[in-house]
């Protein structure tokens, strides 16, 4: 029997044979294996890529880390993405729930991280209630910066209705509790109040002084020294004070410097005080000023506000000069219930000139000269401002020109 395909047959499987040589594809490459890395193993060895310069790999292992429920492996993740890192996208907006999925794995620091994004309001839409939530939560779990940065939320009642001095208090206690040198001082000046403290309190505001002391905070050293000096919490010692004021000098601060060569001179005789209250971020009535320092007789914790306050019920005028927003540099005093002298730097003479006048309506029985840099108009465009501000202010100086020989 002939087996042979007949001719037809043994012609179309040539050319079957033939196209599909001709047209077959190659396989795709393969892509990357599997992870298997257990959560703390991609974690560690998503740092050391990061470390070679290996950032794909790097979000590769950190992202399976963060998806396996490692808290560190989540913040390390938003890190990546909040700034970038080689030539990858920043995506700050996936890095804020990161760092909450972080926050609420455990990792008490990633709670902090997230609410200073959303006060700072420059990398993603600013969210102060959503900010002072998430501080709350990292001092819940015993994180010592978001107890303090609670106690200023509340203290400015930002992301509230109104300010709260009573929690800010309680907060800034908590912190101190967790080491927080500042937040002890800040719990004692919200305490101590030398007319009208209750009993106890102005004692317990200068145990929060002496802790802050300790802490290595020289404002803990002065305000515990003028306790001293005054006898007021604690047993009136000139000479407790004087060395109390030295130890703030040395720490760096002037008023101390100011205060212990007083009492040296002073042969025992009373000195006038003035102090320097500052805050790097303060809000009155709708305004915000940023690096607020005043100096005044006042040590009283609503001072400072009250300085603020007299300008802050100028805010609609304030605004009006500059609608689209700005950052401008204001300085100004307080003398016979009224403000004067009064300085603003900015580029525009208009603008400079219509700050001036809304300045100068400022009505206040303070004896005070302060000093900030106050955001007015869209608020969107003064946080930019600000920020150009700064980054001016950081710029070192253009090299002079040359001289002509």
């Known amino acids: ?20 040589g001709t047209t077959q594809e190659p396989a795709p490459p393969a892509g990357p294996p599997p992870l298997r890395c257990e959560p703390a193993q991609c974690n560690a060895e998503g ?16 992202d399976r880390a963060c998806s396996l429920g490692h808290a560190a492996g989540c913040s390390n993740l938003a890190g990546v993405l909040r ?22 794995l455990g990792f008490a620091e990633a709670c902090a991280t997230v609410g200073s994004m959303l ?95 300790a802490g290595a905070q020289p404002a803990g050293c002065l305000r515990e020294g003028l306790a001293a000096l005054r ?25 101390a410097c100011g205060l212990a060569a007083q009492l040296k001179r002073s042969r025992g005789r009373k000195i006038e005080v003035a102090l320097t209250s500052r805050a790097p971020t303060l809000t009155m009535a709708g305004l915000t000023v940023h690096e607020l320092a005043c100096r005044m007789p006042q040590t009283d914790p609503l001072a400072l506000a009250e ?31 009224r403000a004067g002298l009064v300085r603003v730097d900015a ?27 106050v955001l007015i108009g869209e608020a969107a465009g003064a946080r930019k401002a600000l920020a150009e501000r700064r980054s001016a202010a950081a710029s070192p100086p253009a090299p002079p020109l040359a001289q002509a020989r």
């Open 47 to 62: 740092m050391q890529a990061l470390g070679l310069q290996r950032p794909d790999e790097a979000v590769r292992l950190l």
């Open 119 to 213: 006060a700072e309001g420059t990398a993603v839409p600013a969210d102060p209630a959503r900010a002072l939530g998430m501080f709350e939560l990292g001092c819940s779990k015993q994180d010592p910066f978001a107890c303090f940065t609670a106690g200023l939320f509340y203290e400015a009642g930002r992301g509230l209705p109104a300010r709260d001095p009573g929690r800010a208090a309680g907060s800034f206690a908590q912190a101190c509790g967790l080491g927080h040198a500042t937040g002890c001082f800040n719990a004692g000046i919200l305490l101590y109040d030398e007319a009208n403290g209750r009993p106890g309190e102005n004692a317990r505001a200068v145990e929060f002084f002496a802790r802050a002391c």
């Open 231 to 255: 006898g007021v919490g604690t047993a009136a010692d000139a000479t407790r004070a004087a060395g109390l004021f030295a130890r703030a000098c040395e720490g760096g601060d002037d008023d």
């Open 83 to 104: 700034g970038g890192v080689g030539d990858g996208p920043r995506e700050p907006a996936r890095a804020v729930g990161l760092y909450d999925r972080a926050c609420r």
């Open 307 to 337: 300085a603020l306050e007299g300008v802050a019920a100028h805010k609609a005028a304030l605004d009006a000069c500059a609608p689209a927003g700005a950052a401008v540099a204001v300085v100004w005093s307080y003398r016979g219930g």
């Open 1 to 20: 029997m002939d087996r042979r395909l007949p001719p037809l047959a043994a012609g179309l499987l040539g050319v079957l044979s033939a196209c599909s």
């Open 347 to 373: 580029a525009d003479p208009k603008l400079t000139g219509c700050v001036r006048r809304a300045v100068e309506r400022a009505r206040s029985s303070l004896s005070a000269s302060c000093a900030a840099t």
